[in-house]
DNA sequence: TTCCTTTTTGGCAAAACAGCCAATTGATGT
DNA sequence: ACATCAATTGGCTGTTTTGCCAAAAAGGAA
């Protein structure tokens, strides 16, 4: 493996890793349907909003999001839709996943 | 959030989770490829087979991968090649990432 | 059986992550 | 200026993850 696949890999992991949270992934299918301020996903998930923010600043770094102040507040976007498409592969998985436990009963 | 929207992004946070990590990405890499022995791969990353046989059994557990026993080795497979289309994604991504960060110098 | 090869497991210490509170910053209005 | 609302940051603790070594399984060959 040489240095620069290193750093592909590495790379790859950053983005993954900001999306490898079950807050972090259901924050990115609501931004998906539109943004959202800071204050409406928190009231959805029912945390703190610093938590909430660290949360989001983590996506913002890895650039799944964008964020964009309107007044008083902060709006988050979803940067890029195809990101999405991979959620319905996981989905395919998680399915595939079931129905082998199924089969091993 | 419902009970079960809870438990819909935990598993999905699983799988992402068991992908988020450059050493599992690049097996996801080389596995896409074709099967390979845990030795094999262990060569590959030169770390200690120990961590390799780990690493493979987090993505095995989330359903990534599959292992089958041939003599004295294990050989693991990607389990849904519909996965490396979301490396794919992350490739955009990180391109557009790329030019963002050139357009703000 | 004994030896050798391949892989997994247990255990441990270092590093990274999560989530809360408190304090701070930033924008708006009085 | 002061108060208020929204969001971020710092700091802290508890939890999880990583990666190594050593030991144990699991096969195959002598």
Redesign the interface.
């Known amino acids: 493996?040489t240095n620069s696949?290193?750093k592909k890999?590495?790379?790859?992991?950053e983005?993954?890793?900001a999306?490898?949270?079950?807050?972090?992934?259901?924050f990115m299918?609501e931004l998906a349907k539109g943004k959202q301020s800071v204050n409406a996903l928190r009231e959805?998930?029912?945390c703190d909003i610093s938590t909430v923010s660290k949360h989001l600043s983590v996506m913002k770094k890895a650039?799944?999001v964008v964020d964009e102040k309107v007044g008083n507040q902060v709006f988050y976007s979803l940067?890029?839709p195809?990101?999405m498409?991979?959620?319905a592969?996981?989905?395919?998985?998680?399915k595939?996943?079931a129905v082998?436990n199924i089969s091993c009963l």
Request: aromatic share 8%; hydrophobic share 45%; glycine share 4%.
């Open positions: 493996m696949d290193k890999y590495r790379l790859r992991a983005i993954v890793k999306m490898a949270h079950p807050t972090r992934l259901f299918n959805m998930v029912g650039g799944i940067k890029l195809c990101i498409s991979f959620v592969c996981i989905e395919t998985l998680i595939e996943n082998e």
